[in-house]
């Protein structure tokens, strides 16, 4: 089976998680040229954008980076297109199934890697094309699925034999070590790359994941079907209060729209939403791209740990 840094052309087999509506061409090209895979989300932002957000990172690393696609997003099939327009040499998947663009990625020699949260997932992912599957657990922040990283990673390691890499939960080197011994060949961090300095976020919402401990994650839209994992504040309280309470799903859906930006771009820390996954506990400072990564692969034992 093919090592995730030879797969992605890497020096270190850890990618970026999506991030809608955060990750663009300053942290992706961050990531990469830290030696890492890094990605611009497409998230809810339209097919133009994701083309300019393409030409820019180009100008700022001469790695190889990626394009990740939130698959509920009205735009999901334009930008399908244009990443192929564009030469975009690997795309990973979120938040739905991408089978119906596998076989257009393939023929243009696109690295498919769709992020899945089942076993049942992750195998019709493989039988239809995908490269590599990232097993994210219910750890992680924004969009989650049920299972647990320790529970699900081995079970997909299992099921497939494409390279597995795990997601949720990781962002110290003891985790690292312990997505290897699971069976998994990479990593991938979302939260800690939120505080990293050149994540383009408010500072407002990188001092609230600094700041929390480890419950103060909670789970909003399981009632929508659509769970959410942010950092509790006064937006989440007032939705997990109105949704035990039957209230009509517009009533909802008023909450929460619009209520990411707030938070990314106006610092808007009480009423916005803040995706983050439960390793908010863990991070303590502030740190450049470069050093998460390297601190992220100290002192691993390299048996175990295949860079
Ligand atoms: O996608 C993510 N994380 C995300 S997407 C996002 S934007 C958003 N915000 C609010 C509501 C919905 C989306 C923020 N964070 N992680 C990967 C992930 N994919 N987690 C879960 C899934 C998933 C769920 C169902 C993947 C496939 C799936 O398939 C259903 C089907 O169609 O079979």
Known sequence: MKNICKLLNIKYPIIQGGMANIADHRLASAVSNAGGLGLISAGGNNENWVREEIRKCRLLTNKPFGVNIMLMSPFAEKIARVVIEEGVKVVTTGAGSPGAYIPEWKKADITVIPVVPSVALAKRMERIGAD????????AGGHIGEITTMALVPQVVDAVNIPVIAAGGIADPRQVVAAFAL???????????????????????KQKIVDAKDTDTIVTGRVVNAPVRVLKNKMAREY?????????????????????????????????SLMAG????????????????????TDVNKEIVVL
């Open 278 to 297: 439960q390793v908010s506990g863990l991070i303590k400072e502030i740190k450049s791209v470069k050093e998460i990564i390297e601190f992220l692969f």
């Open 183 to 205: 069976g998994a060949k990479g990593i991938q961090v979302g939260t800690i790359f939120l505080t990293a300095v050149e994540c383009p976020i408010h500072e407002n919402y």
């Open 240 to 272: 997990l209060k109105l949704s035990n309470q039957n209230v009509d799903r517009m009533e909802l859906e008023k909450l929460t729209l619009g209520s990411l930006r707030k938070a990314v771009l106006e610092g808007d820390v009480e009423n916005g």
């Open 132 to 139: 590599a599957v990232v097993a994210e657990g219910t750890e």
